[in-house]
């Protein structure tokens, strides 16, 4: 019903700059929070930045100052733009979306994208 699709990803070195991004498609009546999150190896998930629909952003202390979270409303599309990469950012990187699949929805449904890697090393 719903589908998001990451691109963007890639290797870069330390020091350097990856801009990801998501576009949702499908049956969407509304999106709310937009997310990112990253795995790295052995770890758990961890969400990096969220978007609410009407701006509002937070970050992990991790990325603070160096990630910037965006989105466009009209296009269904959310941006990570990723500054001053360190090998610590290495991870796949997933795209999450709390959707309203028609204007009689009471809730949110939450989806997920398939993941991009980001590799930081030199």
């Known amino acids: 019903q719903v589908q998001l699709v990451e691109s963007g990803g890639g290797s870069v070195q330390p020091g350097g700059s990856l801009t990801l991004s998501c576009a949702a498609s499908?049956?969407?009546?509304?999106?709310?929070?937009m997310a990112w999150y990253r795995q790295a190896p052995g770890k758990q998930r961890e969400r990096v930045a969220g978007i609410t629909s009407d701006g509002s952003t937070n970050y992990a202390d991790s990325v603070k100052g160096r990630f910037t979270i965006s989105r466009d409303n009209t296009k269904n599309t959310v941006a990570l733009q990723m500054n001053s990469l360190k090998p610590e950012d290495t991870a796949v990187y997933y795209c999450h979306a709390q959707v309203k699949l028609y204007s009689w929805s009471l809730y949110y449904t939450g989806y997920w994208g398939q993941g991009t890697q980001v590799t930081v090393s030199s």
């Open positions: 499908g049956s969407i009546f509304s999106i709310g929070v």
